[in-house]
């Protein structure tokens, strides 16, 4: 990385092989490596700098149906990339001036994307940018997941507390989740589709 700056966060493309790096003032780089033959290895055929962040670069996610990345910094600016002629450019971008933004994750078919804060809120918004929904749970939230059929949401807080909602324009119901359903402190990827319902549910009013 140029000047040695930190790393925060990496991500790979799993349908076209770019790494995304992003690290301290604001760098947030795209690569990809070609593959070689021989004992050379392979040469990078792409090594992009992207432009738009100030603050540290804190969170990645690609979209692999859609081919789009979007970072998000501490400062809590999310931007959306996506790729036109072999280059990455801003294609969105958004601000709530609140909060940072602790996780993101797209569906599985890449049509939704839910976004956490560390205030709480919870924003679902499509991929082509227009905010579905939008709930502040008045919690701490670390972690989202979605489930395979983009039906359910996962959200995980810093104690290891786990709620589980329908993702619902009109109407959530959701389920909490104990800490001791908890494997850890840091509620690992591997729980978050594995974890079991308890039997109390609540219903969020649509806002």
């Not at 790979?12 to 992003?22: D, R, T």
């Not at 971008?93 to 994750?105: A, H, L, P, Y």
């Not at 919870?122 to 039906?151: A, F, H, M, Y």
Request: with cysteine.
């Amino acid at each position: 990385m140029p000047n040695n700056t930190m790393l925060n966060v990496v991500g790979w493309n799993q349908e076209k092989g770019y790494l995304a790096a992003g690290g301290d003032q604001g760098l947030l780089k795209v690569l990809k490596l070609e593959s070689g033959k021989g004992q050379g290895g392979g040469n990078l055929s792409m090594n992009q700098n992207l432009q738009g962040h100030q603050g540290n670069v804190c969170v990645l996610q690609w979209n692999d149906q859609y081919q789009k990345l979007t970072s998000s910094d501490e400062q809590g600016l999310i931007i959306v990339w996506m790729l036109h002629k072999q280059h990455w450019f801003e294609e969105m971008i958004n601000n709530r001036n609140k909060s940072v933004v602790t996780d993101m994750r797209w569906t599985p078919n890449g049509e939704k994307i839910g976004i956490v804060y560390e205030d709480g809120q919870v924003i679902v918004g499509s991929v082509e940018g227009t905010r579905l929904w939008g709930k502040e749970l008045k919690i701490q939230l670390k972690l989202i997941e979605w489930s395979p059929d983009s039906r359910t949401i996962l959200f995980g807080t810093p104690e290891g507390a786990t709620r589980a909602a329908l993702a619902s324009a009109s109407a959530a119901c959701s389920a909490h989740l104990s800490p001791e359903h908890a494997a850890s402190r840091c509620l690992p990827r591997s729980l978050s589709l594995s974890v079991s319902f308890p039997l109390s549910l609540s219903l969020w009013l649509s806002s």
